[in-house]
């Protein structure tokens, strides 16, 4: 079953993880979705998502050259306003852009599938601060980054190294994302995210991509993932657009990832947001298409609330399932893979809030079907913090939704029926020869959770999950083995990033 | 939209719970059920059912007048062993047995639909444990348990009043069914269970259903609801047997619900479980329609599984998930409400673990279609402690599942399209009208969750989510509002319970 089968792996997989849970270099999905809307609902969001690109249309802020290309295809643009005929975006996305592709990890075990049944779980992304038992809450590092990079390589359930995980703050705003890059190069050998901030950046993390792959390789071939949020309502500023025409260019896979927090960035009611983030959506995405017919994009929708006391954003809502659920079918109904979120928290802990704000979280994404899923892990405080022990505690949440969605064996094995014919009434199966053949293979094993009785639980230290969970990642670190790097590739790479850091003075802002 | 009006009600509602989230006597879900097996495995299981209750059978341990209904209706019956051919169990059920029914309450605003697109959330049962954070961990007592009662009444998200809240040890055994019923007729005005345990309490709860609601009406009318578990595999017993009867016979509801763990009482694998549990359900589902034709009963499944490192059980697990689905499935396919279990969990705290757990089980059965789930809140420790803590943590689920399974407004008022015209690109929405005339009943807000800065949560005390559940449960409390209770029906009670007490010496078993 597994399908990663590098002695390296495997061995590391043999520490804290059994090694006899298989790892699949992602979640191939035997169930189906969870839909919310009818075709009602849905035709009425493309109407009404139809008519707010008409309407009221699009703000592209400070890319001139973002509007030269909407304006030569014949959209109405005044100032930065861009608006749309109803049907164009559509037409324009549907007539070229895949409905999946494959980013490769310099690995080719670990290289994922984005679209159709697949799901690729990523890790948290953006957190300025990290939080862990010891330490406690503060500002994150580089030395934290690489130990999250690694700490991430250990989990057999996520699927790509992903990006900022977490802010590396001493480092300098305008160079850190060189080290970040080559720390999912160096650390990791699974895919990883480029750099969405800017054109200068998205072009160094192809340039360094082409260090890695080769340049051919890349210029073939997908090897990074951008996200491209756009600033809700209705805008897309130049840090955004430059990233996604960068990568659209290079043929490189762009998330278009409309974030709202309803009431404040869009309306307070989830069919008005469902329209906002569609058309949003649709207008980035079409610009995808018409920088480079056929690049590579996923629908992305980061749809969540916020308390109208507070002002705060609030996660795990019913809503925010609501609305995931139903993005998900829109993006199936445009014929592109679908990008989303994870096991987002409010809490300041990894406490109880968390977690039912997390599981509520990922398995509604998942059950919309997502193909790839930011944040699957840490998340905490609203994405102001990663904290070390709810990654462990959300990897087992990203183990059993892989399990879950492997869906029901029917083999006659599964069946069981000589072992319940053998055992018969008022007997118990533990001694079974069925059992002992298929109990560590037929059932998933979480590392966090305590299933022992109170009193063994009282004296192993009666200990929360967190607090188990603390002990764990520091075990799943023991275990972290180094993938290596070639020497020639690793010299290149610190070679363009001296170049490249001495071009400019360090700078503390984007 | 809050179909009970009484002012009484209301007035509580306006306490901790806020009265501008409006409560429902049950949820009518609006979208569909997660179906994880198709026509083949449907079809596979239900022939491995069938085959198992021809060539195994099932017994019925120590009620020989079980076993001449058997007999009488041509089933094989060689000691305690009854044997059944191909389809007889489901033609037996399907002949007769009602699709969905009514359970009342005595305040008729809180009257339950047992069937259909209705889930009716009950609170824990069974524990003979609480636990809070001041008093930790603690035998329960009645005092425990007529606060629980007082506490659920107070929870919106809660529809019925639930059973063995937590089980009264300082009452002795055999008498503190009367005690239990007594508290949830004269604390609360919700539907709640009858005593699941021997033929004679389950008479007595019918005698006391008569005493509150009359004669007249419990004869032609559902006013209990009784759990009759298998001793899987494949053994009903007479304390189940007797109490499935006596309610079959009043035409009271019985819930056919195998209690498995896999690995130990049925085999380690799910499709095997499956069947197993199919077969166990409709063996005693035809029991009860041979009873009393037409007799309102549920298909049940309670089946989990275990740690075969431990031998413990364990709860929100993938495959559990998985059968709940399944048994959903199968129980539609028979035409029958489907029962099943909730917030469970393994953990001996209100911590990450508890909400992983919980989050995942009571998503899981509210997918699977549930008609009525037990232990809908407050379970910990597998179902040995009622955490008040958990609880407060879990109706906050229970909200959100009830919001969430209403699905999307798509009224011209939720679409927001003049809203989004009027914002307008790059503008907030926080001052629109339509965000003031909506953000009330847009959102759901859940008690528990700390949505504030870290700074602020700081200054608040730092508190995690069992701590504030802690504040919450109290407060709750304190909005109690006792419902009343006709004298002359409280005198009958008290004078009958003080006549069945009197009838035999108090005993510390069952």
Redesign the interface.
Known sequence: MATDSSPRRRRAASGPVKSDQPRAPYITRK??T????GE??LS?TEH?AD??LK?????F?GDPEILAIFRAAGCDVKGD?VRFEPGFCRRTITATAPRDYVQHARNPANTVKIGGDGTVLCPSWGPPFVHDLDRG?RYASYEDFKTLVKLHHTIPWLHHSGGVVCEPVDLPANKRHLDMLYAHIRYSDRAFMGAFIGEERAGHAIDMARILFGADFVANNQVLYCVSNT?A???LDANMSGALKTYARANQPVACTPWVL???????????????VLAEATACLALVQLVRPGAPCLMGSFAS?M????????F????A??MVL?AGQLARRLGLPFHTVGTLS???????????????GL?MSM?AGANLINHATGWL??G?VTSFE?TI?DA??CG??A??FD?????E?????A???A????????G?D??RA???S?????L???????E??SADG?R???SR?NTLWKKQLEAYEDPGLDPAIDEALHDYIARRKAEKPDMNYF
Chains 1, 2 share one sequence.
Not at 423 to 430: E, S
Not at 448 to 454: A, C, G, I, R
């Open positions: 169930l189906g969870f839909n919310v809307l009602e609902g009425l009404n008519q707010i309407e009221t249309g699009m703000d802020v306003r809450r600033n309502p209705l805008v309803t009431g404040a960035m869009s309306p307070t009611t989830v069919a008005g947001t469902l329209a906002q609330t308390s109208m006391q507070s002002g705060a954003p609030t795990g809502t019913p809503e399932g609501l139903a409010s809490s300041k802990l990894p406490d109880a809030q968390s977690q039912q704000e997390a599981t509520w398995l059950f405080e609203g102001l709810k505690i087992d949440l059993k939704v399990r879950f869906g029901i064996d029917l083999s094995n599964a069946q069981a029926m072992a319940i014919a055992t018969g009434p008022g007997q118990h199966f533990l079974s069925h059992t298929n109990f560590m037929a059932l998933f094993r979480p966090t959770p305590d299933n022992n009785s109170f063994q639980w009666g929360d999950a967190a969970a």
